[in-house]
């Protein structure tokens, strides 16, 4: 097998990154099987995924994760605890790319590889805890599906067309972004809302059923 080419490296970096914010248990175990099973020839720092231990651990996360991720409120619970675990995971996985033979490019793939992970973790959580203020829980699966879907797509897209890649990673980022700043916007109005109606104020968002009439002099 041919090694991969310096484009296909970069690409590489920020997918694993950018993934580990979403599906760290999954990137681990995909990456450990395409070198294991020879369909990519991984770089140095990356070949301990393929030990058969790693496989079997991270396979073992991905069965798990894939149920918790699809229960509303375990979901939420579930990237809250992970908050700690994937963005270092990202940094380090995309710093492996290159590895120590390559010390000023691994730092810099540590830098933006920890980035790309916690712009996708905060846009993930955000918007699955939007999305569990919903009663309806098909919205909440259909989500986690998409995710499952979107890790191997980006991880294949980065070694077999790196240049697309990043075309389409770069519209992940903006949406990313949006989805940050919308989610955000709508739980924290949700946030005040629940605050003033256990506080007993007035909800501003119910408009009376029935109000009684005044007149300008104050009399009924």
Do not use: C
């Not at 070198?35 to 396979?59: D, E, K, R």
């Not at 894939?66 to 990237?79: C, E, Q, V, Y």
């Amino acid at each position: 097998m041919t090694q991969l080419d310096l484009p296909q490296l970069l690409a590489l970096a920020a997918a694993i990154g950018w993934a580990s914010g979403v599906r760290l248990y999954l990137v681990v175990l995909l990456t450990g099987l395409a070198g294991y099973l020879g369909w990519v020839p991984l770089p140095n720092g990356l070949q301990m995924l393929a030990h058969p231990v790693v496989i079997a651990a991270s396979g073992f996360m991905v069965f798990i994760e894939f149920f918790a991720d699809k229960i509303p409120g375990l979901d939420s619970l579930w990237d809250m605890v992970h908050t700690v675990i994937r963005i270092p995971a990202g940094a380090a996985l995309a710093a492996s790319v290159f590895g120590a033979d390559h010390a000023l490019m691994a730092v810099v793939a540590a830098l933006l590889g920890g980035s790309f992970a916690a712009t996708a973790h905060v846009a993930k959580s955000t918007t699955r805890a939007a999305i569990n203020t919903s009663p309806e829980p098909f919205s909440n699966v259909g989500a986690s599906l998409v995710e499952d879907g979107m890790v191997p797509a980006g991880l294949w897209l980065a070694v077999a067309h790196p240049f697309v890649f990043m075309l389409v990673f770069i519209a992940l980022l903006v949406l990313s972004v949006w989805l940050i700043r919308k989610s955000w916007r709508f739980l924290r109005a949700l946030f005040s809302r629940l605050a003033r109606i256990f506080s007993g104020k007035p909800d501003p968002g119910v408009t009376p059923a029935f109000r009684v009439p005044r007149r300008e002099d104050g009399q009924v």
